[in-house]
Structures are given as structure tokens and as C-alpha cells.
T-cell receptor, first 109, second 116 residues
Framework: DQQVKQNSPSLSVQEGRISILNCDYT??????FLWYKKYPAEGPTFLIS?????DKNEDGRFTVFLNKSAKHLSLHIVPSQPGDSAVYFC????????FGTGTSLTVIP | KAGVTQTPRYLIKTRGQQVTLSCSPI?????VSWYQQTPGQGLQFLFE???????NKGNFPGRFSGRQFSNSRSEMNVSTLELGDSALYLC???????????????FGPGTRLTVL
């Protein structure tokens, strides 16, 4: 039962443009979300988070938006850089951490 | 501060064998969680240990087991290996990992297990 879903397995974006990664969830009890970034041969590293009391959280080039009514969140990266090429996971902690299946982002120089 | 370490980094086994993976959390972290990552499945939660007790368990068969020692180091064991067990096994540590707690998890680099 995949309670956190990332329906786009991959995304390619030109350097300097915006990358938008999407995540949907099914459990209305989730009230906190995190994004992790993973490079090959490394473990995921925390990127940004958002609480359900907010609909937006920004940290430099990274912004996460939360639409609770749609049970949807998105991660915006502006401007995208080649070093952003990685797999991105959204996650929701609720008794355990529920992770999405990941989106592989490729930023083309 | 040293990060989460996992040993070994790579492992090749054959079907029917068993394997033990090790994870050393960040100093002071008492919660250790294990995940299986396979293509298309994302990170699937295996179990979480806190103070030597399994506190949460995912939907994996009983062939997957674990334990945690008094120094918070954790081991994961898979018995009677199957081809489908080939995956990257990640462990993550957090301060206390309380259910619903909002602290981050810090991941190790993973152990790549290949079952032939």
C-alpha cells in the first residue's frame, strides 16, 4: 500500500530552468513532509521539509508547496543546476517514515 | 561528528544463503531504521529499533530480522535469500525516532546486496 506516491519516475530539465517534482499522498493524518535527495552510491540526504500548518517553505533555490485539500506537494528548484541531478524522494513520518518511489532528475547543461 | 556507517558496502550471495548487515548510527542517536530500496519501489520500510527494542515493523516476511545492541549499533539479517532480495539496504538513524516525531533521519551509504 503506497501511501506516498511519486508518479514521475524521471524528469529532464535544462540548466537554469525550473524543475518541478510532484508527490501525492493518501493518508489525511500525514501532517509533515520531507524531501530527500540521493546521489548514486550515497544514502539520501535531507533537503527541505514542510509542516501542514504552512502551504509553502523556501530555502534558497528550493521551495516546497503543500496543497492539503488535494493531498499533493511539490518541490520547485529554481534555477536548476547540473549538480541537482539526483533522485528525489518525498517522505511522510507517521509511526514510520513513508517514502515515495522517487523521481530521477537530470539537469542538462 | 561521524555519519552513519554501514558494512559491508557490497555483498554477493547465492540463493538460500543468509546474510547479516551492520549499521552504526551517529553518536547519540538511539533510533535505527532499515529500508530496502529497489528500482520502482522506492524505499520500503523494514523495521525500526529504539533502545534495543523493535518498535515498528514493515510488511516484510519473517526471513528479515534485526536487532540493536546497547551501543545502538544495529544488525539486519536475511535468511534463505531469494533473487528478489537483491537491493540496496539503507539504514538511517535519528535522535529518538518517536512515532510522528519530526526529526530527520540521517542515512548511511547503504549495502548493495546481490543474490545470484
Amino acid at each position: 500500500d503506497q501511501q506516498v506516491k511519486q508518479n514521475s519516475p524521471s524528469l529532464s530539465v535544462q540548466e537554469g530552468r525550473i524543475s518541478i517534482l510532484n508527490c501525492d499522498y493518501t493518508n489525511s493524518m500525514f501532517d509533515y513532509f520531507l524531501w530527500y535527495k540521493k546521489y548514486p552510491a550515497e544514502g539520501p540526504t535531507f533537503l527541505i521539509s514542510i509542516s501542514s500548518i504552512k502551504d509553502k517553505n523556501e530555502d534558497g533555490r528550493f521551495t516546497v508547496f503543500l496543497n492539503k485539500s488535494a493531498k499533493h506537494l511539490s518541490l520547485h528548484i529554481v534555477p536548476s543546476q547540473p549538480g541537482d541531478s539526483a533522485v528525489y524522494f518525498c517522505a511522510a513520518p507517521y509511526n514510520q517514515f513513508y517514502f515515495g518511489t522517487g523521481t530521477s532528475l537530470t539537469v542538462i547543461p | 561528528k561521524a555519519g552513519v556507517t554501514q558494512t559491508p558496502r557490497y555483498l554477493i550471495k547465492t540463493r538460500g544463503q543468509q546474510v547479516t548487515l551492520s549499521c552504526s548510527p551517529i553518536s547519540g542517536h538511539r533510533s535505527v531504521s532499515w529500508y530496502q530500496q529497489t528500482p520502482g519501489q522506492g524505499l520500503q520500510f523494514l523495521f525500526e529499533y529504539f533502545s534495543e527494542t523493535q518498535r515498528n515493523k514493515g510488511n516484510f516476511p519473517g526471513r528479515f530480522s534485526g536487532r540493536q545492541f546497547s551501543n545502538s549499533r544495529s544488525e539486519m539479517n536475511v535468511s534463505t535469500l531469494e533473487l528478489g532480495d537483491s537491493a540496496l539496504y539503507l539504514c538511517a538513524s535519528s535522535l529518538d525516532g518517536r512515532a510522528g516525531a519530526y526529526n530527520e533521519q540521517f542515512f548511511g551509504p547503504g549495502t548493495r546486496l546481490t543474490v545470484l
